[in-house]
């Protein structure tokens, strides 16, 4: 149960690229739990151009190249059963490329499923599937420079209108309660509870203090797996909704975030899907226009130690009448190489452009970006 129950909750992680199928390695065992760690670290060399004027080459130097540590993570997994069956124990991740703590939460599962709490994500994210787990280099959850990144070097950013690879991102790592159900027939459902986005850790956020971020955020999600005739297929459906949005303690409208995804394998081959309508997400109370929405397309094929994949994602918001529809567009392909056990490169082409920022007609604005990456993971 707990290994169909683990398998099930990291399939938002599985674009991420491990070669040689590194795992977890035991650290120690104490008198009440076993501990676990794993982790990875990369690095890149990339170039970077952009049209915006303020982010010409790379960040405004005109330098036009880098070298960056993107993302790093250690995980410290610390577990024991009851002698009723029931697992507990916390995990703590730690972002090494900024030496600070990721999540931080604790858990218990058994027959009735699995819960999570403290500073995690919610079940939109732990259960989602879609066009950015059919992506093993830096097209997939890492991004490149990341996905967020080359937006924001284009101008100004967009992260909840255009991400390849799906992740919801509306409350993030905030303080919740997460519930994973048994998987049934390939089924599964999950629900979460943030009293407060922002809210990580013992962050002092009184309720109805003035703050950016949204109260009262309850996910809904549902995946399904199944194997058929030699094809994997993955499903998933969610909506995250809030009765409160705030920005600088300006009221925003409240909103009801819509997904849907889905991933086919077979003989070596991949493709995803994933789309999502934000709602009313970042709009100000009484005022016109959505949050957008988008889609997003994901293709790869593995042989042995290589993969070549690559992505293509639209979204579009609209800001009310007499304002252009703004359109956001990203694709890229990279190639990528298992060099030895938890040991991989790969080397990538992203491109980004905006048509009509902000709505305001003919303000178009573009970035590119070549980058090649050494991970190491255990």
Do not use: C
């Amino acid at each position: 149960m707990k290994k169909t129950l683990l398998s099930s909750t990291a399939l938002a992680a599985a674009a991420m690229f491990v070669a040689g199928g590194a795992s977890a390695g035991t650290v120690g065992t104490s008198d009440t739990m076993t501990v676990t760690l794993k982790g990875y670290q990369t690095f890149q060399i990339a170039t970077h151009d952009a049209s915006n004027s303020t982010n010409t080459g790379s960040d405004g130097r005109g330098r036009g190249y880098r070298f960056t540590n993107p993302d790093g993570e250690l995980a410290f997994t610390a577990s024991a059963k009851t002698e009723g069956g029931i697992t507990y124990g916390f995990q703590t991740e730690i972002s090494t490329e900024d030496v600070a703590a990721d999540e931080l939460y604790g858990f218990i599962s058994g027959e009735f499923g699995r819960v999570h709490f403290g500073n995690e994500d919610g079940a939109a994210n732990l259960m989602n599937v879609g066009a950015g787990q059919a992506n093993k280099t830096a097209q997939g959850v890492i991004g490149g420079t990341n996905l967020l990144n080359l937006d924001g070097l284009a101008g100004t950013g967009d992260a909840m209108l255009v991400r390849q690879d799906g992740e919801q991102i509306v409350t993030g790592d905030s303080n919740k309660i997460v519930y994973l159900s048994p998987r049934f027939s390939g089924f599964q459902i999950g629900a979460s509870w943030t009293p407060q986005h922002a809210s990580e850790g013992d962050a002092p956020h009184a309720d109805g203090a003035t703050f950016s971020g949204s109260e009262n955020v309850g996910d809904i999600a549902v995946n399904y797996v199944s194997e058929y005739e030699g094809a994997s297929i993955k499903v998933s459906g969610s909506m995250i909704y809030s009765d409160d949005q705030e920005a600088a303690g300006v009221d925003m409208e409240d909103y009801r975030i819509t997904t849907v995804g889905a991933v086919v394998s077979m003989s070596g081959f991949t493709a995803g899907i994933s789309y999502r309508n934000n709602g009313d997400f970042g709009v100000n109370k009484g005022a016109a226009g959505d949050g957008g929405s988008f889609i997003a397309f994901g293709g790869m094929y593995q042989m042995g130690p290589w993969v070549v994949n690559g992505h293509m994602a639209r979204g579009k918001q609209d800001f009310g009448t007499g304002t252009a529809e703004q359109k956001n567009n990203r694709w890229g392909i990279g190639l990528g190489y298992a060099v030895a056990p938890g040991w991989a490169v790969s080397a990538d082409y992203l491109d980004f452009s905006r048509d009509n920022n902000d709505g305001t007609a003919g303000a178009d604005e573009d970035a590119q970006s070549f980058i090649f990456t050494n991970k190491f993971s255990f």
